[in-house]
């Protein structure tokens, strides 16, 4: 199974941006649907957004469609989340998840989690 490790956390300015990455190593990453995840503190883990293995569907959550942006590069085994006009609501930690089962939105599907990544955005 593949082994997740996300980067591009921070601190950013309310209105600012940031583009979180995901690599995959230990399996082929392609075989994968990928997600995003977060989870702010005192609150549930929700989700963000996913991409199908090819990358060619992708679904986002209400909160972030139009701001975020997920796409993945298989040949690099790297998927990414690109966060333009960040909101304080979106700070949290960012996860990536990976199924080789169902695409979508659900927590439950996903088997595969890195370790997180500490987004902060002051207003």
């Known amino acids: 199974q593949v082994h997740l490790v996300e980067s591009g956390g921070g601190l950013v300015q309310a209105g600012g941006s940031l583009r979180l990455s995901c690599a995959a190593s230990?399996?082929?990453?392609?075989?994968?649907?990928m997600a995003w995840f977060r989870q702010a503190p005192g609150k549930d883990r929700e989700f963000v957004a996913a991409i199908n293995w090819n990358g060619d569907t992708t679904i986002y959550a209400d909160s972030v469609k139009g701001r975020f942006t997920v796409s993945r590069d298989n040949a690099k085994s790297t998927v990414y989340l690109q966060m333009n006009n960040l909101k304080p609501e979106d700070m949290g930690v960012y996860y990536c998840a990976a199924t080789l089962a169902i695409y979508g939105r659900r927590e439950s599907d996903y088997t595969i989690w890195g370790q997180g990544t500490q987004v902060t955005v002051s207003s």
């Open positions: 230990g399996s082929t990453f392609s075989n994968y649907h």
